[in-house]
């Protein structure tokens, strides 16, 4: 069974930074993708960023190019997602997911954690 335990969330700044954390257990090959998704208040769940477990690919959505970058580290079966130059847009609460690389991307995986929540805000 897949678990997924996001953490690092919170009170931040316009313009400052976080670091997120998934910690996965029970993937398996199936799980070949982890990816980054967000809900604002009274929003549909966007995708944020995704990345194969190799990490020989990833996919940002158009609003967080160059100012968020997601990693691995597999030997802590860890995936983190970078948030800097945050704005309150970013604002929300932050998933994560896992299955295949196209499934994580279309936001149509089965696995998903609890969420974390970031607010951006002065």
């Known amino acids: 069974q897949v678990q997924l335990v996001e953490s690092g969330g919170g009170l931040v700044q316009p313009g400052g930074s976080l670091r997120l954390s998934c910690a996965a257990s029970?993937?398996?090959?199936?799980?070949?993708?982890i990816g980054w998704f967000r809900q604002a208040p009274g929003k549909e769940r966007d995708f944020v960023a995704a990345?194969?477990?190799?990490?020989?690919?990833?996919h940002y959505a158009d609003s967080v190019k160059g100012r968020f970058t997601i990693s691995r580290d597999n030997a802590k079966n860890t995936v983190y997602l970078q948030m800097n130059s945050l704005k309150p847009e970013d604002t929300g609460i932050y998933y994560c997911?896992?299955?295949?690389?196209?499934?994580?991307?279309?936001?149509?995986?089965?696995?998903w954690g609890q969420g974390t929540q970031v607010t951006v805000s002065s």
């Open positions: 997911a896992a299955g295949s690389f196209s499934t994580v991307i279309s936001g149509t995986s089965g696995s």
């Open positions: 029970g993937l398996t090959l199936d799980y070949c993708g």
């Open positions: 990345i194969t477990w190799s990490g020989s690919r990833t």
